[in-house]
């Protein structure tokens, strides 16, 4: 099978979505879909290993990043959007059902699509962030903070202050990260550590920095971390975010009330028949999902639940690729017998 990761656009509406495509058109269609601050390329290792199994791999730049639509108004980051683009999609590329997977708030995305349209879905599978979280907006967090760590008398906010601070200080956000975009993306994008279990999310602090990067204007001039990105995963990264500006990644943390009301929407209350997957970054000290109360809710909504660990922090996607493609391989040819046929196996 082809491992050519092929570019692609649809106009959905009014809407350009750039996508990524990766394997045969007749393949068991897998849509993957980025967080903050990435890219469909964020999911690059991810493509040609599906698209080498038989799947066709599917990854589309968000609304606000690469070549995808970009808006000036918070409200055009919301979920409601953000799902209407996906199933469009979908529906241009001829795809009755997917598999869905998603990382950071791609991962709220697919969740939705799961949550609203179920018939549009073979299975969901998130990475980092578990389901019925941040669809619900920062406050729903709030009560699944690890006290532990964060004592509600001095951190109200727990590791979620960043998301606030977006709320209170957006341009003094917005404008630091794009001061540099090669300095924040070097600065953002590192691997996971064993010593940072239990211990504080930097993002806790921000308000007491006064910023991102310890309340400096600019992003800190760090080598780049190899085990995440290559340099030219650096220059993708950068040359997009230059011409697009972080406006729209950063609008995403704006839209909490709109979210909530969508969500509230749901099918089925919300309740997920299908395969879920879920894989936890076990060094992820902001998604905090192994040892903190994050991943209950999603237990309480799921009848078909899987959970995994990856040793990797947040970037899990690019991090540890090859386990993340084994866990997804795994789970799908476990749970999804009648989706997957000998065609589709490696």
Known sequence: MSQEILPGTHLIGDHRVFFLACGPEDGVPIVFVHGWPELSWSWRHILTHFG????????????????????????????????????????????????????????????????????????????????????????????????????????????????????????????????????????????????????RSPHADIFANGGWFGGADVAPDVERDAAVISDLDRAIYVEALSRNGFFGPNAYYRNDDANKAYTLEAVNNGRLDMPVLFLAGRYDVTCEAVDSRLAEPMRDSCTRLTERIVHSGHWMAQERPDRVNLELSRWIFTDLPDVVSDDSAP
Do not use: N
Request: charged share 25%; aromatic share 12%.
């Open 52 to 199: 080498a199994m038989g799947f066709r791999a599917i990854a589309p730049d968000m609304r606000g990043y690469g070549r995808s639509g970009v808006y000036a108004e918070f409200g055009a980051y919301s979920l409601r959007h953000q799902v209407g683009d996906l199933v469009g999609l979908a529906d241009a590329l001829g795809i009755d059902r997917a598999i869905w997977v998603g990382h950071d708030w791609g991962a709220p995305a697919v969740w939705s699509v799961a949550s609203h349209h179920p018939d549009r879905c073979h299975a969901v599978a998130g990475l980092c962030v578990p389901y019925r979280t941040l669809e619900f907006g920062m406050e729903h967090l709030l009560p699944l903070v690890d006290r532990t760590i964060y004592p509600e008398d001095r951190d109200r906010y727990g590791q979620w202050a960043y998301q606030r601070f977006y709320v209170e200080q957006f341009d003094r956000a917005t404008s630091v990260m794009e001061a540099d975009p090669d300095r924040t993306v070097r600065a953002l994008f590192r691997r996971g550590k064993p010593e940072g279990l239990g211990q």
